[in-house]
């Protein structure tokens, strides 16, 4: 559906400091149909990567392509944008914005009705669309961002943090609005830095660190890869011969807990055997996507 190819951004914060590179070269694909969260931490370059995506931000090396072949100015009109920060003319209300949105998608007022019957209700925003936007709650702006984004039917959908700042429920209708759409056969592709929404969500992941993607792919074959290779044993007590084999992790009320290499395992059981000790629990240490996001150093 698109794929982003070796793109690299420097920023020059003033004069005398040194360009920061905040892309170093990054390349990802997303195929049609696929619903794929783009992860990191903040100040990753997420919404660069994004904003160089949709033409607001220059391309100063590298390629971004849109179905297939095309060129995206042609294509503009399949795609649905979500910026991180959308801006609304706050003097006008809900519904005006939405119909003003809709317009410059060039659709027709029935179209743009169709799309309100459609999507306000599920957004939780119909009963707010004659209000004016400078009364809105963040919550509120976000679930009307959504809708304009949505509006046009676009086969591809771009969304930039959709969840910040919505309360729990709000985080779920959109998720399950974005599940729906991807279910109808749309493209989405979504930051966040809450792995657990994209989670949630996605079979699939782009994963960015310090202007580096880490990983790709599917989250399950991701998890699994770090699966694994640990082990965590718990016993009921220290040895310097199990310690020189295996890290302890934690130590409470005489349990210990070890982090065993998986190739080290049978010598862990053998040695706690040999020295009496008793293994209480001996199971696979299962990361979760937020551990081995966060937790690693980007070095997943
Ligand atoms: N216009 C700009 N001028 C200078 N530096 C910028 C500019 N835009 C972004 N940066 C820098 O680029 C880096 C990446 O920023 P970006 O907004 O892409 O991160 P992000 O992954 O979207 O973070 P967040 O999760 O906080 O939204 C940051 O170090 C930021 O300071
Ligand atoms: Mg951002």
Redesign the pocket.
């Known amino acids: 559906m698109f794929e982003v190819k070796d793109l690299k951004k420097n920023?020059k914060?003033d004069f005398w400091t040194k360009p920061?590179e905040?892309l170093k070269g990054i390349s990802f694909k997303v195929g049609r149909g696929e619903i794929v969260g783009f992860l990191?931490?903040?100040?990753?370059?997420?919404?660069?990567?994004i904003k160089m995506m949709m033409g607001f931000t220059s391309v100063e090396q590298g390629s971004i392509s849109f179905f297939e072949q095309s060129k995206f100015k042609k294509e503009a009109h399949r795609i649905g944008y979500l910026p991180?920060r959308p801006y609304f003319y706050p003097h006008l209300t809900g519904m005006e914005m939405v119909r003003y949105m809709g317009s410059l998608c060039n659709l027709s007022p029935d179209q743009i009705s169709q799309g309100i019957d459609k999507y306000a209700k599920r957004l939780r925003i119909d009963h707010a669309l004659s209000r004016k936007i400078n009364g809105y709650s963040k919550g509120m702006l976000q679930r009307l961002g959504v809708l304009c984004t949505i509006l046009h039917d676009p086969d591809l959908i771009i969304l930039?943090?959709p969840l910040s700042g919505l309360d729990p429920r709000g985080r779920k209708d959109i998720k399950d609005l974005l599940v729906e759409l991807n279910n109808e056969g749309k493209t989405i592709f979504f930051?966040s830095?809450i792995v657990s929404d994209v989670e949630e969500v996605c079979e699939k992941v782009v994963v960015?660190d310090f202007?580096e993607i880490v990983y790709q792919g599917d989250i399950d074959e991701l998890i699994q890869s770090k699966t694994d290779a640990i082990y965590l044993a718990i016993t009921n007590s220290k040895s310097n011969k199990l310690q020189d084999l295996a890290r302890i992790i934690s130590e409470k009320d005489a349990m210990v807990t070890y982090s065993i290499d998986s190739h080290k395992k049978n010598e862990f059981i053998k040695i706690a055997i040999s020295e009496g000790i008793e293994i209480m629990a001996l199971h696979k240490d299962t990361p979760t996507l937020e551990e081995i996001v966060y937790k690693t150093g980007g070095e997943i």
Do not use: I, P, Q, R
């Open positions: 920023y914060t920061v905040v990191g931490a903040n100040g990753a370059g997420k919404t660069t990567t991180e930039d943090e930051s830095h960015l202007g």
